[in-house]
């Protein structure tokens, strides 16, 4: 003999796999968007403001 079906818990159940695949999607690309950004700053820092910044004020002390 059938089940008899359950409509509303079957779409629940499809709503809440729907909801944790979005929130894991929009993690990743938050997480993606923040190692980007520190990869920027990083670059950003090593190349400007410690070589430019930090030497010649440890010239002029000398």
Request: aromatic share 4%.
């Amino acid at each position: 003999m059938a089940r008899k079906p359950n409509y509303d818990f079957e779409r629940r159940e499809r709503e809440r796999q729907k909801a944790i695949k979005v929130a894991e999607k929009a993690e990743a690309k938050r997480a993606a968007r923040e190692r980007a950004k520190a990869e920027e700053g990083g670059e950003a820092a090593a190349g400007g403001p410690e070589t430019g910044g930090t030497e010649p004020a440890a010239d002029k002390a000398s």
